[in-house]
């Protein structure tokens, strides 16, 4: 369902971004590029075009409320406009609000399921 799709993952935990990556690929994504930081995932979101990104809110240096706005803000970044996908463990409404204002497409609270990534992966890319 996903084979055509580009998916980048941007997650500070090792084994988080792991285990997100190998619940991309069971769900058959085609593509899937992992960044370890915002300023990581700033840089390849300017040498590739992502059909949508997985991202941690919580990272360091750079959390991912402020990559989405550096991201939107960049005019060279090939990935510019790609929906974006908010992972977290947070689940108050204060944190759901702001990825929302800063263009988070949908917001996924950890643990991370198979079905739960495939509800909001069919959201961000409009697929039934």
């Not at 993952?9 to 285990?19: A, I, L, Q």
């Not at 300023?39 to 991202?55: K, N, P, V, Y």
């Not at 991201?71 to 947070?90: C, D, F, W, Y």
Request: charged residues 25%.
């Amino acid at each position: 369902m996903y084979k055509s799709y580009s998916l980048l993952v941007v997650e500070d935990e090792v084994v988080t971004r792991s285990v997100s990556v190998r619940l991309l690929r069971q769900l058959g994504v085609g593509k899937v590029t992992e960044a370890s930081d915002g300023a990581e995932a700033l840089a390849r979101c300017d040498r590739a075009a992502f059909d949508a990104i997985l991202c941690d809110v919580d990272m360091e240096p750079m959390d991912g409320l402020a990559f989405i706005e550096a991201l939107r803000g960049r005019e060279q970044a090939l990935s510019r406009n790609a929906p974006v996908i908010m992972l977290t463990k947070h689940n108050n409404a204060d944190v759901v609000l702001s990825a929302r204002r800063f263009g988070a497409a949908a917001y996924l609270v950890k643990p991370v399921t198979p079905e739960g990534l495939r509800e909001k992966l069919n959201r961000a890319l409009g697929t039934p």
